[in-house]
């Protein structure tokens, strides 16, 4: 009798799954897999590259408490979400961004773009990525600010709060290979390709090394965070795509493996489009939206305004989620061919009457 009574009844949606694995193991295997690219990150950028992260991640998890504690909402810090979209919004700035401009970012992401469509698992564009198209929207001078990379840590020793000054001399500014004076106007960059593999050039925090997020990919892919469909699908499309149609007389090769390592591509792949509550969750649905975000990507880099398409790209498949996994939908479990005809028919018939 008292057996019954300590019974309670639990309603919970489908699909009824026990599993070990939550949302914070999920949030922890992917901050570990960013760690690659924030170290290749401060060794091309300098300290300051870390202390943007760690003041990303601070904003965007006091803005998520003090959101959720105003509302009266329980607390969801524990699940490490909101660190993972700071991470991210850091990691797709330049180095030299302002840190109040990076709060105001990140405020923008966890309150406007996640809290208030219900919070983690309700928003239908990825938190960081929105933050970081408002940002261009706000800031562009300051959001396409590049400096050359490489200039170690110890030039940055006197540059943790300061964006024009390097241990007393003016930050050397530079172009991005992506940028109008090189692959927007159809010219190779001046960087070989291997840096442009390892990450020495110029562009935003996180993005630069495509070994790093590479690694990080594959960890994600082996750990099952992520599966290979959306990143394959994405990267695939775009190198199918520039190296049939290279921009200017250069060589195909080259200019697809620039297409490639440069930017965020790899990034957005691995680490962006893959967003659990962004992207479709039928097979059939990843590979078109992995194909989507390919076609964007390559369209705006070539006749865009903008040189990197990546962001854009991704925002606008993430709004063509609900569609995709109607199109990608499975067949109903011993539904045949013969019954899917003739219930066709049934609905046809009664429209008619």
């Known amino acids: 009798m008292n057996e019954e009574k300590n019974l309670r009844l639990t309603v919970a949606s489908s699909p009824h799954v026990a599993s070990p694995i939550d949302t914070q193991n999920l949030m922890r295997d992917v901050l570990i897999a960013l760690v690659p690219a924030m170290v290749m990150g401060v060794v091309f950028f300098g300290p300051r590259a870390l202390v943007a992260t760690i003041i990303s991640v601070l904003a965007c998890e006091f803005f998520e408490w003090a959101y959720r504690k105003i509302m009266k909402k329980s607390c969801a810090n524990k699940d490490l979400s909101a660190a993972v979209t700071g991470v991210l919004l850091a990691f797709v700035c330049a180095p030299t961004l302002p840190y109040w401009m990076l709060i105001i970012g990140d405020f923008f992401a966890i309150v406007v773009v996640k809290q208030l469509f219900g919070g983690l698992g309700q928003n239908f564009l990825n938190p960081a990525l929105a933050g970081r198209a408002f940002l261009m929207l706000c800031y562009p001078v300051a959001m396409t600010t590049w400096i050359v990379p490489g200039i170690g840590a110890d030039k940055w020793a006197n540059v943790l709060g300061n964006t024009t000054t390097m241990a007393g001399a003016d930050i050397v500014t530079g172009a991005t290979p992506l940028s109008v004076d090189f692959m927007h106007s159809g010219l190779l960059p001046d960087a070989s390709l291997l840096d442009a593999f390892v990450g020495n050039v110029g562009g935003c925090i996180g993005e630069i090394s495509a070994l790093a997020l590479l690694l990080g990919g594959v960890y994600l892919i082996a750990r099952g965070v992520i599966r290979a469909r959306i990143p394959v699908a994405y990267i695939a499309t775009v190198a199918v795509l520039t190296f049939i149609f290279p921009k200017g007389d250069v060589d195909r090769l080259a200019w697809m493996l620039y ?75 011993g539904v045949t061919k013969e019954m899917r005809a003739a219930e066709k028919a049934a609905k046809k018939a009664g429209k008619e009457g």
């Open 259 to 333: 297409q490639l390592f440069t930017g965020g591509l790899f990034l957005g792949a691995f680490f962006m489009a893959t967003d659990y509550v962004t992207s479709p969750v039928t097979k059939k649905g990843e590979i078109i939206y992995g194909i989507g975000c390919g076609l964007l990507t390559v369209f705006i880099r070539y006749f865009g305004g903008y040189p990197e398409g990546v962001s854009y790209s991704i925002l606008i498949m993430n709004c063509c989620v609900w569609l995709i996994d109607k199109v990608g939908k499975p067949n109903r479990y």
